[in-house]
């Protein structure tokens, strides 16, 4: 990531960043906040894995220019360096659940991302 853009200091940061990011159109934020071989769910069933699917996959997201708004972040539930986060999407759109994990320089980036659950 580059040394301007913040970085999630705390597995919970990732839920805000996003909402961020993806308002800004900013798709190369959007994958900074994953590990390269991370796998993302989406909305048809399929899942695409790595940082070219994943960009890709936000290319396409963001060309349609959603608006995204924070939701109600859960604490996120840690064992060790993995920390399982969620967030409740806002008007009962339903929920998140993914995983991430500390780098070694102490900011998380996600693995696991299944962006809404129900």
Same mark, same amino acid.
């Given at each position: 990531? @580059?040394?301007s853009r913040?970085v999630?200091?705390?597995p919970? +940061?990732?839920s805000?960043? #996003?909402?961020?990011r ?8 959007? %994958?900074?906040?994953?590990?390269? +071989?991370? %796998?993302?769910?989406t &909305? +048809? ?5 790595g940082e070219?699917?994943i960009?890709r #996959?936000? @290319? +396409?997201?963001v060309a @349609?220019?959603?608006? #995204?708004?924070?939701g109600a972040q859960?604490p996120?539930l840690?064992?060790?360096?993995l920390a399982l986060?969620a967030?409740r999407? &806002?008007?009962g ?5 993914? %995983?991430a994990?500390?780098q070694?320089?102490g900011?998380?980036?996600w %693995?696991l991302?299944?962006p809404?659950?129900?």
């Open positions: 990531m @580059s040394g913040d999630a200091r705390e919970e +940061d990732l805000c960043l #996003f909402v961020e993806a308002n800004a159109g900013d798709v190369a934020g959007l %994958v900074a906040l994953y590990e390269p +071989d991370a %796998v993302l769910a &909305p +048809d069933g399929g899942e695409v894995r070219a699917e960009h #996959f936000y @290319s +396409d997201l @349609s220019a959603p608006r #995204f708004a924070a859960h996120a840690r064992l060790g360096e986060t967030t999407l &806002p008007g759109a339903g929920a998140t659940a993914e %995983v994990r500390r070694p320089d900011t998380w980036r %693995v991302d299944r809404n659950v129900t």
